[in-house]
């Protein structure tokens, strides 16, 4: 079982990497220097998508026992999208908590697993703006909308971008 302190230097090294090698699509840093368990993050929205040339800004809030549990995150930039709630906070599986599904919609192995960091996390979100999931959304009108209207959802996309 990981300790608050092994979150945070596992945190402080993640966040270092991404320092010094930057990830294609996103940048990523602390809300408060003095808090490693909330990170700041910009998405860039993906070439040849929706999303394209939008920026979306969103908070990551680690656990004290990661990488064992999932972070939430929440989009903090209007995201018209199936896959995220009205409040901004993302849903897909990578951010289940691990184990079986009670509902039967994710195996075991689509959900939370502590290999993850913040990088295949903020790529997972990017893959899931590039392909929204609306066999099981968060956001059941902009699923209904992405599905039955795409128009009528391209019109909403392209608001919240401005």
């Not at 608050?4 to 990523?28: E, I, R, Y």
């Not at 368990?37 to 004290?64: C, K, Q, R």
């Amino acid at each position: 079982m990981a300790s608050s302190s092994q979150a945070s230097l596992l945190l402080q090294k993640q966040l270092k990497d991404l320092c010094k090698q930057p990830v294609d699509g996103f940048s990523a840093g602390l809300v408060d220097e003095s808090n490693i368990f909330e990170w700041s993050v910009v998405i860039t929205g993906p070439p040849d998508t929706l999303y394209e040339g939008g920026f979306f800004n969103a908070v990551m809030t680690f656990p004290s026992n990661y990488p064992n549990s999932p972070p939430t995150v929440r989009f903090t930039s209007e995201v018209w999208h199936p896959n995220v709630y009205s409040d901004g906070k993302v849903c897909i599986s990578t951010l289940h908590q691990p184990g079986d599904d009670r509902n039967g919609y994710e195996l075991a192995s689509e959900r939370w697993t502590p290999v993850h960091t913040v990088e295949s996390i903020v790529l997972s979100i990017i893959s899931m703006l590039s392909s929204p999931n609306d066999e099981s959304p968060a956001n059941v009108e902009a699923a209904k909308e992405w599905r039955e209207s795409r128009g009528d959802f391209n019109k909403k996309l392209s608001q919240s971008m401005c």
